[in-house]
């Protein structure tokens, strides 16, 4: 007789397990996360891959990374995030996802304290001061990063009009050229990166926490719980976010954190809708009626048991809401209500917009980022969509 | 001559038939190699588990099957097609008839479309869905009637509506012609499928178990009413069952199905009586009337009621208009008063709709109810805050109907079943608790290690004894079995019921066994609840109860139970 404790031999996949296999087996969605992928490397890695500032130096035998000096709280907690989460995935510990969870967010708190502490800001770098530094310290190497501007090295001094196309000027090499201000446009768009998929993520991630604990209660008490909720929803869902993302603006000046947590409160109401409807369907169906018979927790019953088998809808919404929330974002850049100091694609656009001339760079490059972003998330959420389809699940045996 | 005469005897031919379904990578052989006739004027009936691909032979025969998916490697169909021409309907008109033996293979779609509906028709197993629900019965019988035959004016179409309606006996026919499907009983819109497929007086009429999602007196009305019709208009009957009970009812010949081979056929007595293929006889004896029957416990000096259910009412509120007024209830369980003795297996049977599920799950306080009481050893359940049922749930679990729905499709079997224990302090630890329930899924006959795999893996009869063995893992006094056997094959559901009676004698369990299957309530059951519309109309031991019954409306429901006549 052999013990079930003892070896698992056979161990099916998960559901969710088999549905991302198949999502990512189409060329659509592949090209989508490859895109997303490319975004991610750039946003985290955006200090090292475009600044002013050499990367390592040599002078007279010592080596130095004047980067790391010059690093921010922020630049430093996504690095510790980013490797944190590579880590948790590659170690071959399996803990339970709640687990998993509060650690990263232990880790995520615990090095924004420590590197606040740390970490002193610098303050109006001059740019320029680099390479002349570069030209007149003889130093025995130099590693320089693959784009050597900042985003907001702007060039000013050395040139006499800022504005350049794409590799015109043979003394610097603009990949993509500068902006008015002469700021190397690849380089911001580099740096844009992060305000891009940050606030997707953040915003969406708040309105899907909100939407799936009152859908789910709205759903498994119904009645009058269910009443209430849904007035609650035609309440947020009539408030026009744009709107209200600008009365903030006005009232509390500009702050990405801000624009997140005012995007995140504003969409919920459509995950509260799905999850609802989800949860009304499942509270009747026989298994969830055999955790109340067998006395479970009402904590299990609905994170356990019902929120599992009625998250599929959810994860398509989920992609398409971070596609959206980069457009409020970038729609608020465009209109100039966006960020001052960092550079952001809707707020590049804004530019070659106000611009007297029409320079096709700066709308292009920013503007396509856009388009391939919003398309990534997309494709991404259409092949999640065929992949949870009813249809697909039955043959899996997952749906009755 | 004499073989001309033999060949024109049948309706269809089958030859060697082979239907293949092609999904992703996989070639499925639903039909494999069937050969047989359906003469004129005959019922024929296929009988076979699920999946033995009775029901894609039917849509073989007439063509209904996606050329995307499937395609015969070979085979033939012959049909012998009646061709009319000339105007009219019916014994009146003037036209000449001519047949022709045509292979439904080769047929283009148009010719298909001409014989599909006016020459074989087809009826599925649920009429409602079968309906459409926008348009009333009367139209959509019409429609079928004008499509065939586009020179028939609206009012004429309109009468033999009519007649049809009449015809399948349906009462006050023409004010039943502009209902819409959902006004009518499920028995009704079955009818008025037969009438739809009977309107252009087919030849073949393919039945695709017509009579399972029917109640069984419904179901021995429209039994009785096909076998009427088609003694009458001399149709063949191509009758798709998994009943045998039908089968004696109704079949002049009969076919076997398995695994898309048809491995037996003939003459529906010796079939049925003796059967020659080794499956025919498992599936025979696995019919619960041919069941081994078991002691029943008859004695009143060991009663001792374990549950005691006394005036109980579930009542769900109907509200109309804009402030939602409560203007009546349905009544599902209308001051039922019953005791459930301890040891013994109580059968609760119904027809759909009499509230013995209902029954059940108030009982369990699955569903809150009205008013009245529940008591279980002498303790009120009926009030009590679910933090204070919480002890009690463990004496009492349930196991339900449907295979797909009653398991958690993301949670493995070994946490789904360890879970409750935990809540109920059942083991010490992780691995004592898992190896309690490896044990219960010994009880129910499955392998140990079928703990770590997804419900998806399993089959449904797999699937039910793990819904078993999940109740089982609390070590409950009491179990209510909700209709556990009714989505099962026979030969599973023999499998099942001698599963569930070991159990309860290893465990000393009570069971409350809902069912609307008089032959598993007359093989398994101590005793016997019958409901109608929320109420016990009778009560007592179950040779009693089915053998008789002096209550007028459990008589009429023993009577319409479909039983192997041998």
Known sequence: MNKPTEKVKHRSSGFLRRVLKHTFSGWGAKIGLMW?????IAAVFAPFLANSMPL?????GEI????????????????????????LFLSPLRHSIKSLLLFFLIIIVGSTIVSK??????QNVVYSDFREDLKTTNYDWVVMPPIPYAPEDYLRDSQATPLEAPLENSEYTHWMGTEENGGDVLSRMIHASRIA???????TGIAMVIGVILGGLMGYFSGIVDMLGMRLVEIFESIPTLFLLLTF????????????VIIGLTSWSGYARYIRAEFLRLRKMDFVQATIASGLPLRSILFRHMLPNGIAPLLVGLSFGVASAILAEAMLSFLGLGLVGAPSWGQMLNQAVQSSTFNWWMAVYPGGAIFLTVFAYNLMGEALRDAIDPQLAKKAGVVG | MTEKNASSRHLVEIKQLKTYLQSANETVKAVDDVTFNIEKGETFCLVGESGSGKSILALSIIQLLPAKISHHPSGSILFDWRKQSGLGLGINSQQKTTYEKV????????????IRGSRIAMIFQEPMTSLNPVDSVGEQIMEALLLHHPEMSDESARDRALTAMQEVQIKDAESRFDNYPHELSGGQRQRIMIAMALACEPDLLIADEPTTALDVTVQAEVLKLMRELQERKGMSILFITHDFGVVSQIAHRVGVMKQGKLIEFGKTKEVLKNPQHPYSKKLLAAVPENLPKREKIKDPNSEKPLVRVKDLDVFFPIRKGIFQRVVDHVRAVDGVTVDINKGKIIALVGESGSGKTTLGRAILQLQKPTAGSVKIDDHELVGLSSKELKPWRKKMQISFQDPQSSLNPRLLIAKTITEPMKVHNIGN?????????????????????????YPHEFSGGQRQRIGLARALALNPEFIVCDEITSALDVSVQAEVLQLLQEIKAQRDLTLLFITHNIAVVEYLSDETIVMKAGKVVEQGYTDDVCGNSQNSYTKELIEAVPRLKL
Not at chain 1, 56 to 60: E, G, H, P, R
Not at chain 1, 249 to 260: K, L, N, P, Q, T
Not at chain 2, 445 to 450: A, C, H, T, V
Request: charged share 20%; aromatic share 12%.
């Open chain 1, 36 to 40: 997303v992928g490319i975004l991610v």
């Open chain 1, 56 to 60: 390592l130096v040599s002078l007279n």
């Open chain 1, 64 to 87: 130095s990374a004047p980067v790391f000096r010059y690093l921010s709280v922020e630049d430093i907690v996504v690095l510790i995030a980013f490797f944190v989460l590579i880590l």
């Open chain 1, 117 to 122: 502490q740390f970490v002193t800001v610098q």
């Open chain 1, 197 to 203: 998929l940050g606030i997707g993520f953040i915003a």
């Open chain 1, 249 to 260: 603006v006005a009232f509390f000046g500009r702050s990405i954190y801000i624009m997140m």
């Open chain 2, 103 to 114: 292979n439904m293979l080769d047929l283009k779609e148009n010719q298909l479309c001409d």
């Open chain 2, 429 to 453: 630890s992780d691995e004592e608790r898992l190896e309690l329930a490896a044990d219960v899924m010994e009880a129910v006959q499955l392998k140990r290690d079928f703990l770590w795999r």
